[in-house]
């Protein structure tokens, strides 16, 4: 099974709302049990990655309702209402369905601005900005 995910990184700011996507190559969703197989970790710097939502929506104990799964089948979300400063980290969703797994790139989140991106004189010292000035570019 393979598992993609966009974007692969954000810029954000606090109190805002995001959005990450997740594709599996097929479908999580076991008929028997109803359930579907699919987990959102969150990994911050220097530590282990650490589970926040399991079976798609159910919240892990003690992670913040502002952290939301949805999705069924190949199709998942991860929202998150109201960014926090501590939700700094990078996010990977993983499927449980079956043993073999493909990891691809994980969405990382930055809280450096939109415009000192923008008005940055070398954006490759950064990715985040490399990455919001390509997207810039094709709006």
């Keep these: ?5 966009s974007p692969s990184s954000l810029v954000v700011s606090v109190g805002e709302k995001v959005t ?13 049990t109803q359930k579907n197989y699919l987990k959102w970790y969150q990994q911050k710097p220097g530590k282990s990655p650490k589970l926040l939502i399991y079976w798609a ?16 089948g190949t199709d998942f979300t991860l929202t998150n209402n109201s960014v926090q400063a ?12 079956l043993y ?15 415009t000192s991106c923008l008005h940055s004189l ?18």
């Design 1 to 5: 099974i393979v598992m993609t995910q």
């Design 20 to 32: 990450i996507s997740c594709w599996s190559s097929q479908s999580l969703l076991n008929i028997g």
């Design 57 to 72: 929506y159910t919240l892990d104990t003690g992670v913040p309702d502002h952290f939301i799964g949805s999705g069924s």
């Design 86 to 97: 501590e939700d700094l980290a990078v996010y990977y969703c993983q499927q449980d369905f």
């Design 100 to 114: 073999s797994t493909v990891l691809q790139p994980p969405t990382q989140t930055s809280f450096e601005s939109l």
């Design 122 to 139: 070398n954006i490759h010292t950064s990715p985040f900005c490399l990455s919001t000035q390509t997207l810039m570019k094709h709006l």
